[in-house]
């Protein structure tokens, strides 16, 4: 995989990752790119790379990123709370919550906001330090195996979390995905905020879900959502959002509300 300058080669196998870099200087030499060998590591079990720690199905944060969040002092105007939250949203993949806990920061920066460091502001500014020190780890995406995403809609925001299985049949999380609804987004029906969420987190996980091997299973605890496009008499809406659905390989199934914990309280929590 390459981004820009920095490349990184993953394989599963030490005979495989042996190929795997001679192919890769094999098409650096023919382009007549070189790398610096004091900057490379190689055959190394764990990784650091675009900020994050990869190696062995997982991913976390590099620690030495997170401690100058961990002691960022707290802001005294916008702009060093733009800083603040450009430095750890980077970071909001890990985070379940991550849009609630820091609603009390972002509404600071809105144009009709005053900066007053509140309370509130300041316990929020606290939580989110505490939320990516606490992050869990995350797992790296298994294209040769079933995605699952768990959505969910409440009247005032949408969530979800996409996570797979595990050899050893654990399920686990690769990424989370909330977002507040607008005051147009809040007067949609309860199907249209249940089908609004489902298409926005497979939008937003896009670069995992397409194309898949497998169909991808949304679960979610709205039954109508299991026959959206079987749905007679849909609003324009509806229409346009199960036309969209069809880029996607999916199949939806109902679970039961108490079993779609972490995606009901992502949307519940605004």
């Known amino acids: 995989m390459l981004y820009i300058d920095d490349l990184i080669v993953c394989s599963d196998s030490w005979e495989q990752h042996l190929t795997h870099l001679y192919d890769t200087f094999d098409r650096l030499s023919q382009s ?6 004091g900057k490379s590591e190689f055959c190394q079990a764990t990784v650091d790379y675009l900020g994050h720690t990869v190696g062995q199905g997982q991913v976390k944060p590099i620690m030495a990123k997170v401690e ?5 002092p707290p802001p005294t105007n916008k702009k060093q709370l733009m800083r603040y939250l450009g430095m750890i949203g980077f970071f909001r993949k890990f985070c379940s919550n991550f849009a609630t806990v820091v609603q009390p920061l972002t509404h600071l920066l809105r144009k009709d906001s005053k900066f007053i460091w509140s309370e509130n502001c300041q316990n929020a500014f606290e939580n989110s330090k505490s939320l990516l020190i606490n992050s869990p780890v995350l797992i790296t995406p298994d294209f040769e195996k079933q995605f699952k995403l768990a959505v969910d809609a409440s009247d005032v925001g949408i969530g ?3 996570y797979q299985e595990t050899d ?11 977002k507040k609804l ?3 987004q809040k007067n949609y029906s309860t199907i249209e905020k249940e089908c609004f969420a489902m298409l926005s987190a497979l939008q937003h996980f896009d670069v995992y879900l397409n194309p898949t091997v497998y169909p991808i299973l949304v679960c979610t605890d709205h039954n109508p959502l299991t026959f959206i496009h079987k749905m007679r ?8 959002w199960s036309l969209l ?23 519940r929590a605004y």
Do not use: M
């Open 182 to 184: 607008d005051k147009h």
């Open 32 to 37: 007549n790119l070189t790398v610096n060998l």
């Open 160 to 162: 979800a979390v996409l």
């Open 168 to 178: 050893d049949n654990v399920e686990k999380p690769i990424s989370y995905f909330s």
């Open 245 to 267: 659905l069809q880029e996607y390989d999916v199949i939806v199934k109902h679970i039961k509300g108490k079993d779609n914990v972490i995606a009901d309280a992502l949307s």
């Open 233 to 240: 008499n849909k609003n324009q809406r509806l229409t346009r």
């Open 68 to 72: 100058p969040i961990s002691k960022f």
